[in-house]
């Protein structure tokens, strides 16, 4: 049975970071590609970023580039989201994602798994 547990998030301040990560059980971890989205109160669930099985590429949306970071440990299954300069619309619940079949996506519909999610809020 494949489980994804989001841990990590809390309340910080604006302009501060966080890091957040996602372990990853009951899946061969280094053959999928992953995927962080978000969702706020009231929206819809978006992408942040996504990362291919190796790492070697990775994908950001416009609203994560340049201030977030997505990376992988294959050794300890699990998927990292360095998150700096947090701004208060980044509150949300953050979650991982796993696209088994695919090379990461920013689509949520081709995920297979995901986690519970994480709350992150941010204060002005």
């Known amino acids: 049975q494949v489980q994804l547990v989001e841990s990590g998030g809390g309340l910080v301040q604006a302009g501060e970071s966080l890091t957040i990560s996602c372990a990853a059980s009951?899946?061969?971890?280094?053959?999928?590609?992953m995927g962080w989205f978000r969702q706020a109160r009231g929206k819809e669930r978006e992408f942040t970023a996504a990362?291919?099985?190796?790492?070697?590429?990775?994908y950001y949306a416009d609203s994560a580039k340049g201030r977030f970071t997505i990376s992988r440990d294959n050794a300890k299954n699990t998927v990292y989201l360095q998150m700096n300069s947090l701004k208060p619309e980044d509150t949300a619940v953050y979650y991982c994602?796993?696209?088994?079949w695919g090379s990461g996506s920013s689509d949520p519909s081709v995920h297979d798994y995901w986690g519970q999610g994480t709350q992150v809020t941010v204060s002005s």
């Open positions: 994602a796993a696209d088994v």
């Open positions: 009951g899946v061969t971890f280094s053959r999928i590609a």
């Open positions: 990362i291919i099985w190796s790492g070697g590429r990775t």
